[in-house]
């Protein structure tokens, strides 16, 4: 997928805000000059321009229009984020990625700078640049110099607005989305101990955020982007309190969203764990998927282990295998 199908995919666009909703009055501040104010009409003219320019599809004009006014007053944050909306309108990923990054420099609250600045870091992870083992200069090149670099005994964190990336030397390890996240969930209370096929399963792709972590894994050479296996594990930040069977609930309820047919069965279920499998048949939105999964009560967190095939249904022996498999995972605590 290109960068401009990706866009009409998300809904990047400038949304039908009005120039007073974009820009901060300078008329508010009773300190501002005769000659300030002047100034301001006058930017905000070229602002309007900009926007004209943008809503008759002339990106170019936009782009110039938005980039003059960024020159006069380049602490607006409205500036800066029509400009990357410029941007994202003539498909320029990487323009519109540093228009974003200054834009929420200048303002971190900016509510549509961060929903498309996650759109953009969405845009670049499915294109593989955030994948285990990515080259650090790879990252460097695509999305520039870091807000931040700190050192750690393994690598370092490149912090990029609310995102980060963490280094194992001079290759990715993984991605943390740092909004509303707890740093004291973080660090794990128990290990999962789990047995796979003799296959050589890889770590292809790890994130954590205020929800999650998880880490991914699959058989070269596939990857999280063109997978056909997947195995993943996944721990569901400070959720112990919430039953077992409510998440299962909500876990089916989204699988039948997707596919109003959906086949579910428990496998089995215990106070902490239930093991089950779900599968779904293909359509155009979706292929094909035969999945066996278990969940875990820890004692902070709840534990989600799966392996996903994106077959119909799995053979009976390669079902049986799986669901061993699971049965057999054991949680134990850190440090046991």
């Known amino acids: 997928m290109n ?10 666009a400038l949304a039908s805000y009005t120039v007073s909703s974009f820009v901060s009055s300078v008329s508010a501040n009773a300190q501002t000059t005769q000659e300030e104010t002047q100034t301001g009409d006058q930017v905000q ?10 809503d008759q599809g002339d990106t170019a004009s936009a782009q110039r229009h938005f980039q003059i006014a960024v020159s006069i007053m380049p602490d607006n944050p409205a500036y800066r984020y029509a400009l990357s909306v410029s941007y994202a309108k003539a498909g320029d990923a990487r323009n519109m990625w540093q228009a974003l990054r200054h834009t929420l420099a200048i303002d971190a609250g900016h509510k549509q700078a961060q929903k498309d600045f996650y759109r953009l870091w969405t845009y670049f992870d499915q294109q593989a640049l955030f994948n285990v083992g990515a080259p650090a200069e790879r990252i460097r090149q695509v999305l520039g110099e870091p807000d931040q670099i700190i050192p750690n005994p393994h690598g370092a964190v490149w912090r990029y607005a609310y995102m980060s990336l963490s280094l194992a030397g001079n290759r990715v390890f993984g991605t943390t989305d740092w909004t509303d996240l707890d740093p004291n969930l973080i660090p794990p209370r128990a290990k999962l101990d789990i047995t ?3 296959r050589d399963w890889q770590v292809s792709h790890r994130a954590a955020s205020r929800y999650n972590v998880m880490t991914e894994y699959t058989v070269a050479p596939q990857t999280v982007q063109n997978w056909q296996e997947l195995f993943s594990t996944q721990r569901l930040l400070g959720m112990a309190s919430k039953p077992l069977r409510s998440l299962l609930a909500s876990m089916r309820e989204q699988s039948f969203q997707a596919d109003p047919n959906a086949y579910w069965k428990v496998l089995a279920e215990t106070d902490d764990s239930i ?4 599968r779904i048949a293909a359509s155009p939105d979706h292929p094909a998927q035969h999945e066996i999964a278990r969940i875990m009560l820890g004692s902070q967190d709840i534990y989600r282990i799966a392996y996903v095939a994106k077959v119909p249904q799995l053979s009976k022996t390669q079902r049986n295998s799986w669901i061993e498999r699971l049965q057999r995972a054991i949680l134990r605590p850190v440090g046991s």
Request: glycine share 12%.
């Open 45 to 54: 003219a070229i602002y309007r321009q900009g926007v004209a320019a943008l």
């Open 3 to 12: 960068f401009k199908q990706f866009i009409g995919l998300t809904g990047m």
């Open 196 to 198: 796979l096929d003799e």
């Open 275 to 278: 093991l089950y499998e779900w």
